[in-house]
């Protein structure tokens, strides 16, 4: 079955500072790999997206994140944090079926903390 | 660009009561998935649909209960609430050629 590890729970990093989010997977084929972003109370912004080709990808907001399918990980990265940046971020992994998508399954999140 | 939209925004209900939860996709998205997210928790996926027919089963209640309409929006529908019930609620659609899923904002839930 699929599933999502994120192992750090919280992290905090002081703006300016460099971040890196970890994110392991299990999945039995090729995964569509994903980071969204959640502030609190509000909805899941997509940062960026791996189906295939290049293994480095560019997001949003300055994010970047490396699959290494080798470590079966997808970590989020950012050179210079900024305050804005404190939130939830969430690695997802979604299953592929008949050529369309199936669920969703994210891990349990890992809450950033920006001090100033 | 227009997004996913649900309805309400916020809900508050009694326990054992109905709620009904709404969810407009994006215009030509023929796929929509509903979540559930607890308090401190990571979205849990419920149930999925693809042109109008039940594609996929997650962690759903048996007093929980969906529908894609004709129009593509979707209702989650919930009976018999209970105060575990309270969470927000995500809807996110798809094109299925495109494959990545757009969520809405969420449908905050609280059970008294």
């Known amino acids: 079955a699929q599933s999502v590890t994120q192992p750090d729970i919280h992290i905090t990093v002081s703006e300016g500072a460099s971040l890196e989010l970890r994110c392991n997977y299990s999945y039995g084929a090729t995964p569509y790999l994903f980071w969204y972003v959640q502030s609190p109370g509000q909805g899941l912004q997509l940062l960026l997206k791996y189906f295939s080709g290049d293994t480095l990808v560019q997001g949003i907001k300055g994010f970047e994140a490396e699959f290494k399918r080798s470590q079966s990980s997808f970590n989020l990265r950012k050179p210079s944090v900024h305050w804005s940046d404190a939130a939830e971020y969430f690695c997802?992994?979604?299953?592929?079926?008949?050529?369309?998508?199936?669920?969703?399954?994210f891990g349990a999140g890992t809450r950033l903390a920006v001090h100033p | 660009a227009a997004g996913v939209i649900q309805s309400p925004r916020h809900l508050i209900k009694e326990k054992r009561e109905t709620a009904t939860l709404k969810c407009y996709p994006i215009p030509r998205h023929d796929t929509v998935y509903w979540y559930q997210q607890g308090p401190g928790q990571d979205p849990q996926f419920l149930i999925s649909f693809y042109e109008k027919m039940q594609s996929d089963k997650g962690s759903i209640p048996d007093r929980f209960s969906a529908q894609q309409f004709s129009d593509y929006h979707s209702e989650l529908n919930m009976s018999s609430l209970e105060l575990g019930d309270s969470a927000l609620y995500f809807c996110?659609?798809?094109?299925?050629?495109?494959?990545?899923?757009?969520f809405g904002p969420g449908t905050r839930l609280t059970v008294l």
């Open positions: 996110a659609s798809s094109a299925r050629a495109n494959n990545e899923q757009f």
């Open positions: 997802a992994v979604a299953a592929l079926f008949s050529g369309g998508y199936n669920k969703l399954i």
